[in-house]
């Protein structure tokens, strides 16, 4: 069966960088489009980032990530990453993988930026 993973959460000092890892299994992973989206308690879940099949492929961000947030792809290793950096208090949010047009999700994992 299809399984999302996501790692890489953590408790963070405001201006401090962390990387997310989303590894995918039971599934052709270069077939889909891959997103980032988080969730933050009491509101919705929103989308952070997106990149189409390809490694290297055209990527999207919300407004307030973008230049500070990389999303990026490994087609080989069937992971998707999230690189975070500049972070801030409002970034703290759980944080889950998204195979695009499909219902498979990850469990999220947790990014805490406090000082």
Known sequence: QV????????????GESLRLSCAVSGT??????MAWYRQA???QRELVA????SNGGRTNYAESVKGRFTISRDNAKKTVYLQMNSLKPEDTAAYYCHLEST???G?????????
């Open 41 to 43: 308690p009491g509101k």
């Open 103 to 105: 219902n498979f999700w």
């Open 3 to 14: 399984q999302v993973v996501e790692s890489g959460g953590g408790l963070v000092q405001p």
């Open 28 to 33: 052709i992973f270069s077939a889909y489009a």
């Open 50 to 53: 997106s990149i189409t099949i």
């Open 107 to 115: 469990q999220g994992t947790q990014v805490t930026v406090s000082s």
